[in-house]
């Protein structure tokens, strides 16, 4: 029988995130603990199914195989949006990105100014329901756009870059804030926001985080 190896599996991410505003060092430790586990289900998955694949199971009529394979996208998105999210923290940031970058004309162009695009971003951040806010630059167009993302994997725009993304899961701030205050922890979310970060990922074609 032939033999079919797994892809190549993926490593955890190192984030040194301490001091943040707000956001204290021991949610983001217990966090970044949560995405490890993503990592851990991403490969556990791809190699799960690459040894039904080689023992000649792969059907879409097999329960076990079809559930294994829906999984695939909210661990992989699990494991995806988080590397994006701790990638554009850090620590003693700018409260917005400055004037003459790329990034405040492209949100001005598509938003109208960079206060438009956060009013509108923070909006979608308090939505009801687990799930991520997603600045995207469609590649094909240019323009920027903010998504919701319920879970990790409902409402993703295929091919779309992603440029800024918060978590708004309550795993991302019940240890600092109460469940009803998540519009205090989106207030501090902006106050950590890596600029430089959100500009590389305007600037490269291709998708910029932590990944291995
Ligand atoms: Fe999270």
């Not at 943040?20 to 993503?38: K, N, P, T, W």
């Not at 039904?52 to 949006?81: C, D, H, V, W």
């Not at 590397?83 to 940031?93: C, D, H, I, M, W």
């Amino acid at each position: 029988m032939a033999t079919h190896k797994a892809p190549k599996a993926y490593r955890q991410q190192e984030f040194d995130l301490k001091g943040l505003a707000g956001i204290s060092d021991a949610q983001v430790e217990e966090h970044l603990a949560l995405y490890a586990g993503y990592v851990k289900q991403v490969n556990a998955l791809n190699q799960e199914l690459a040894d039904m694949l080689g023992r000649g199971q792969a059907s879409g009529k097999s329960p076990e195989f079809a559930e294994l394979t829906r999984r695939l996208g909210f661990e992989y998105n699990g494991m995806i949006l988080h590397e994006y999210y701790f990638g554009n923290l850090r620590p003693a940031a700018e409260p917005k990105p400055s004037g003459g970058s790329g990034l405040a004309q492209a949100l001005g162009d598509s938003f109208g100014s960079v206060e438009h695009w956060r009013t509108d971003f923070q909006a979608i951040g308090e939505m009801r329901g687990v799930g991520w806010v997603v600045l995207f630059q469609d590649p094909a167009t240019d323009r920027l756009t903010n998504h919701w993302i319920t879970l990790h994997q409902d409402g993703v725009p295929a091919g779309f870059k992603p440029l800024l993304v918060m978590d708004v899961w309550e795993h991302a701030y019940m240890r600092d804030y109460k469940a009803t205050e998540r519009a205090q922890y989106i207030e501090a979310f902006f106050r950590n926001i890596d600029w430089a970060a959100v500009e590389r990922r305007l600037r490269e074609e291709g998708a910029v985080r932590h990944a291995a």
